[in-house]
């Protein structure tokens, strides 16, 4: 390793603060392992890092003059953005933490993934000075899942890698317990991760060695297969059905596991994350439309799959490009009684110059299963709030829906992220209503609980989204502290006619608003429908015979007298 300061230059860095040189710094840096940690005198323009940082990334030196372009040099091209763009919010003031995963060149010449998180300090007069964090190596982690002793998401993505560069075609198989919830409440934490290793060796003893077997996140597991026709796919995932359901014992107590799975072929341009990506969301389409039988991503068209990942692939580079392309469109709330305003739905739309206008319903979809849609889901929340506030500042009663999905409610910073959104936008927490998806349902129902208190407790009001979907269980009107339950368009497009929905969403009505539950109906498209509906206690509406998505100008036109005044 070469060295690109002198002794003197060495010398004066040293002596630039009392912050980089502390023995704690020293202290930490032994003991950090494969976290490492570095600290940036901005005033200065001097880093210090880990010895071991050093060593394993061949930096310059420990310490370190102009790290920023320093750095630069060692990320991976594709995370170049990221980077300029997470420095440039932690400098202006946008965000006091960030966490991101880069892939960083490593002495050898390897790009390995991991994982920065850094926070900004400020002086006294309230200018960036110290900048400090730490970058986990996932290069060297442990590549065993200490639960199910299996191999971790770090080595599938690094073998993901190595397959692209190998050019051989495969098919990767995402597998995801169903319920695995009711197992943790019956038996315990403890006997769920047992459950979780016995499901490992089934599929160790299913693929007997022709693939390695990955512990996903949460309750999900992978293999990819190289070199193989989909057909066999199918028909080794008839078997590992037939496995999990009587193979796996605890204790000689036989666990019947249901499972969901969902395919991806990989040939030509593609990355790991758009592979994860696709991956889960075909793992969603197995679990919620096709009863758990195995759902191929696209429908195992070749061409189709390539789209698809061309498409998830191009978005990533719109989040990257700080969000080009994607825009926010508002609907309108109206009261049942009035048809009065009293609020608006943010909805996310996206256009790109390859894809053109692409409908929500087939970007959105692969973007919740993405890790990069809770940075875009605190973008979105942020221009929401800025967005509407002329519309609370004209009507104060005005709420703002803007939809949360599984992806952010369950990431360690969402709450921290939400409390900072509100104090950079000054948007009031009691005009804010989030709106929980369909894909919400995979948390455990402790954690949602606690999430909704938290929420709640800085004023935030609380909808279930697409209820009669996926959120279907009266339960959740015991379980969960909501204000307010929106049907799904689908539960209402047929209300005239049919009767059994027509029941339903009469008995649910009533008992929401003897419980202080409010209910809006989605998909209202005719006058007709509307004047149905007033029959049951419904307290909003929502739909097409008032207005389609809209971008913000419209919506003030519309409603708001271009912009000078509310309307009455």
Not at 287 to 310: A, I, P, Q
Not at 337 to 356: C, M, P, V
Request: include cysteine; hydrophobic fraction near 40%.
């Amino acid at each position: 390793m070469n060295d690109i300061h002198t002794n003197r230059e060495a010398d004066e860095m040293q002596n630039t603060g009392y912050l980089l040189n502390h023995r704690l710094f020293d202290g930490f840096s032994e003991t950090s392992g494969r976290s490492y940690i570095f600290i940036t005198d901005l005033e200065n323009d001097i880093t210090r890092w880990s010895r071991n940082a050093v060593e394993y990334f061949g930096l310059p030196g420990e310490y370190t003059k102009a790290m920023s372009a320093v750095w630069y040099a060692h990320l991976h091209p594709e995370d170049h953005e990221r980077y300029r763009r997470s420095l440039r919010e932690l400098i202006s003031g946008e965000k006091t933490q960030s966490e991101a995963d880069y892939r960083v060149l490593n002495c050898n010449g390897e790009y390995i993934i991991c994982t920065c998180k850094a926070m900004m300090m400020r002086g006294s007069c309230g200018e960036p000075d110290i900048l400090i964090g730490t970058l986990e190596n996932h290069g060297i982690a442990e590549r065993v899942d200490a639960a199910s002793g299996l191999y971790n998401v770090y080595e599938f993505l690094q073998d993901i890698r190595l397959l692209k560069t190998s050019g051989k075609t495969a098919v990767e198989l995402l597998i995801g317990i169903n319920c695995f919830s009711e197992i943790n409440d019956m038996y315990g934490h403890n006997f769920g991760d047992r459950v979780l290793k016995q499901v490992g060796k089934v599929l160790n003893t299913v693929l007997g060695g022709r693939s390695k077997v990955y512990r996903m996140d949460g309750v999900r597991f992978a293999c990819c297969i190289t070199d193989t026709a989909v057909g066999y796919i199918y028909e080794l995932y008839r078997k590992i059905q037939y496995e999990m359901k009587y193979s796996v014992f605890i204790e000689n107590i036989r666990i019947p596991i249901s499972v969901s799975a969902g395919a991806v072929l990989l040939d030509g341009d593609y990355d790991e994350f758009s592979v994860q990506g696709s991956a889960r969301y075909a793992l969603e389409k197995s679990k919620h439309e096709h009863h758990g039988e195995l759902y191929v991503f696209e429908n195992n068209m070749k061409d189709s799959t390539r789209h698809r990942l061309e498409l998830m692939s191009a978005l990533r580079k719109s989040m990257l490009n700080d969000y080009e392309g994607f825009f926010l469109c508002y609907q309108p709330l109206m009261s049942s009684d009035k048809e009065e305003l009293i609020g608006a739905e943010a909805l996310l739309r996206w256009k790109n110059s390859d894809f053109g206008t692409v409908m929500p319903g087939e970007f959105i979809p692969l973007l919740e299963n993405d890790p990069c849609f809770f940075e875009l889901g605190c973008w979105i929340l942020r221009r929401a709030m800025n967005e509407s506030m002329i519309m609370v500042e004209k009507r104060p009663d005005f709420t703002l829906n803007v939809n949360v999905a599984y992806t952010q409610l369950s990431h360690p910073l969402f709450r921290e992220s939400v409390k900072v959104i509100l104090k950079e936008t000054g948007f009031p927490a009691g005009n804010l209503c989030m709106e929980l998806t369909e894909s919400c349902r995979q948390l455990e129902k402790e954690y949602l609980q606690a999430e909704i208190a938290f929420l709640r407790g800085l004023g935030i009001k609380i909808a279930i989204d697409d209820f009669g979907t996926g959120f279907s269980s009266l339960n959740l009107l015991c379980d969960l502290s909501v204000e307010t339950l929106k049907f799904d368009r689908g539960f209402t497009k047929d209300i005239m006619t049919n009767s059994a929905n027509q029941v339903i969403i009469k008995a649910i009505a009533a008992c929401a608003d003897e419980l202080n539950v409010r209910v809006c109906l989605e998909g209202m498209e005719t006058r007709e429908m509307i004047d149905f509906v007033q029959q049951y206690c419904i307290y909003s509406l929502q739909g097409f015979y008032f207005s389609r998505p809209i971008i913000m100008e419209q919506f003030l036109k519309m409603y708001f007298n271009n912009n000078t005044s509310a309307s009455s």
